[in-house]
């Protein structure tokens, strides 16, 4: 599911009005939707603060934080999209005997590996979104990018992509972007990405 919100600065300031730190008079339920928009636009910093304030308020313990599926993106008012936030899902870790060859072996590996999400759109400069990927798969030897959920990338943010998979193959990691849609996929061969990561894409 695409949610695209217009003016969600007021729906924040509504639900932060609604929810006073320590009232207990205020209804509960304001707290929960207020966690709820915090899920699915995708900002845990956030909700485990607010989650803490609720716990505070009505001494019951705090819900914990779940991800949420939907894709979520900010408008301007115009309906053009607001910079900064491509989405970078939970990484997952395992270490396992995997059939993936590193460059210049025959033998299966034994490899830490890291599976992360790359959702919405990533346009202009994605360092950010880049730096917040590493920060989830930092330690992994081969990194595995699901693009099911990538909707669109420009020239710009490609370029960036390119020298940020170049740089992790220099540090003798693997890269493998799955699910990746066809269209972005013939992209990335252009581009030279598929030079340095092992692109799949979809066969839906």
């Known amino acids: 599911m695409q949610l ?3 003016g969600a600065d007021n729906l924040e300031n509504v639900l932060k009005t609604a929810t006073p730190s320590g ?3 205020a209804n509960p339920a304001w707290w929960k939707l207020r966690l709820e928009v915090l ?3 995708h900002r845990p910093e956030e909700f485990e603060l607010v989650a803490l304030d609720y716990c505070v308020t009505y001494e019951v313990s705090p819900p914990s934080w779940e991800s949420a599926r939907p ?3 900010p408008l301007h008012n115009d309906g053009s999209y607001i910079s900064g ?3 970078v899902g939970d990484a997952f870790h395992d270490s396992v005997m995997t059939g993936l060859m590193m460059p210049d072996s025959d033998i299966p590996q034994v490899s830490n590996i890291s599976t992360v999400e790359l959702a919405g759109q990533i346009l202009g400069d994605a360092s950010e979104a880049l730096e917040t990927l590493y920060a ?3 330690s992994a030897d081969v990194i595995v990018i699901s693009c099911d959920r990538l909707l669109r990338i420009d020239f710009s943010a490609a ?4 020298n940020w998979v170049s740089s992790r193959q ?3 990691r693997q890269i493998q972007f799955v699910q990746v849609h066809r269209l972005v996929a013939a992209f990335f061969t252009v581009i030279g990405i598929s030079e340095h990561a092992r692109v799949i894409a979809r066969t839906d």
Request: positive net charge; without cysteine.
């Open 159 to 162: 370029g960036t992509l390119l």
């Open 85 to 87: 936030h491509t989405i």
């Open 39 to 41: 899920r699915v636009t």
């Open 136 to 138: 989830k798969v930092a």
């Open 4 to 6: 695209r919100f217009i």
């Open 71 to 73: 894709d979520y993106k």
């Open 23 to 25: 009232d207990k008079s």
């Open 170 to 172: 220099a540090e003798g």
